[in-house]
């Protein structure tokens, strides 16, 4: 439903039903989430699939997940890895984990992946495949430009007659084919997840830190990090995971006993990300990996 005059854009989702509305919006964002949070909670509770939110890939056989809140770097640091060669995307979003066979098998949620067309900040080879997709929001009018750190201000494309600029929006996306970055080689469709790194921002805390699966699920039920990570960025979010609906009691005690099994496969190590760059904080994870 669309063009309601004076009320707000609202989504509703109904579980015991699963039925899920869209109130005057016609944004695919809006549509995107809604529908990932009906599959997630329809599989939760017919398939036994525990869902997953985080940056994923896989590193010479070995799958993992960046795991953590606003302002602990995780965008810029998972294209850092993609700059490496033996790297391969697996999912970045949402995945689903499934259990058996002594694996703990995550399979990514979507063909293609919707993008923040902003990235190409972090990772420059975006910005022409970007030219291919389907995109929504993108600004065609120098005057919309809400891109405060812009590099080209001075020398902006749109000036010079480019009818548009995929960096200027915050909100502006697109549709990528994961296969376009790399190739067969360079996406997955499916990880054996052994290693989740839950990323906080602390400038008092170690830089790497293994925990124990008690450690672990205290972070991830509270759904922050310690430190200066989520200053003024509102409710803390349960397992980071803004598509675990609904948050009584019984739903999260049931994906905290799926973490506790995901953690009798995979190793979790806290990676603080202050005071380090992404280039640094690729090389430390890429060593965990293969160490």
Same mark, same amino acid.
């Given at each position: 439903m669309d063009g309601v005059v004076g009320r707000e854009p609202?989504?509703?989702?109904?579980?015991?039903?699963?039925?899920?509305?869209?109130?005057?919006?016609?944004?695919?964002?809006?549509?995107?989430?809604?529908?990932l949070t009906l599959v997630a909670d329809l599989g939760e509770r017919l398939f036994d699939l525990h869902?997953?939110?985080?940056?994923?890939?896989?590193?010479?056989?070995?799958?993992?997940?960046?795991?953590g809140p606003r302002g602990t770097q995780k965008t810029p640091l998972f294209y850092q890895l993609l700059q490496d060669e033996n790297m391969a995307l697996h999912s970045n979003d949402l995945l689903f984990v499934r259990f058996g066979g002594g694996f703990a098998a995550a399979d990514v949620a979507e063909r293609k992946f919707y993008l923040p067309t902003q990235h190409?900040?972090?990772?420059?080879?975006?910005?022409?495949?970007?030219?291919?997709? !389907?995109?929504?929001?993108?600004?065609?009018?120098?005057? %919309?430009?809400? $891109?405060?750190?812009?590099?080209?201000?001075?020398? @902006?494309?749109? %000036?010079?007659?480019?009818?548009? @600029?995929?960096?200027?929006?915050?909100?502006?996306?697109?549709?990528?084919d994961p296969y376009w970055i790399g190739g067969m080689e360079r996406h997955? !469709?499916?990880?054996?997840?052994?290693?989740?790194?839950?990323?906080t921002n602390d400038p008092l805390a170690e830089p790497l830190k293994e925990l124990d699966a008690e450690q672990a699920l205290q972070l991830l039920r509270r759904g922050s990090s310690s430190g200066a990570a989520m200053p003024g960025q509102g409710k803390d979010q349960p397992f980071y995971?803004? $598509?675990?609906?609904?948050?009584?009691?019984?739903?999260?005690?049931?994906?905290?006993?799926?973490?506790?099994?995901?953690?009798?496969f995979a190793k979790v190590v806290q990676l603080n990300t202050a005071n380090q760059t992404p280039a640094r904080l690729a090389e430390r994870i890429k060593e965990m990996i293969t160490g």
């Open positions: 609202h989504a509703f989702y109904h579980s015991e039903s699963s039925t899920g509305l869209l109130f005057n919006t016609d944004y695919y964002g809006a549509l995107r989430s809604l529908a869902t997953v939110r985080g940056f994923s890939g896989d590193f010479q056989g070995r799958g993992f997940v960046l795991i190409a900040e972090y990772f420059p080879a975006l910005e022409a495949l970007f030219e291919k997709c !389907k995109c929504e929001n993108v600004i065609t009018n120098r005057v %919309d430009c809400e $891109y405060q750190n812009c590099v080209n201000a001075e020398q @902006c494309s749109m %000036d010079r007659g480019a009818p548009y @600029c995929f960096m200027a929006s915050k909100t502006s996306t697109a549709m990528l997955v !469709k499916r990880i054996d997840l052994q290693f989740l790194f839950l990323l995971n803004p $598509y675990l609906l609904p948050h009584d009691e019984l739903r999260l005690k049931q994906h905290q006993e799926r973490f506790l099994r995901l953690l009798q």
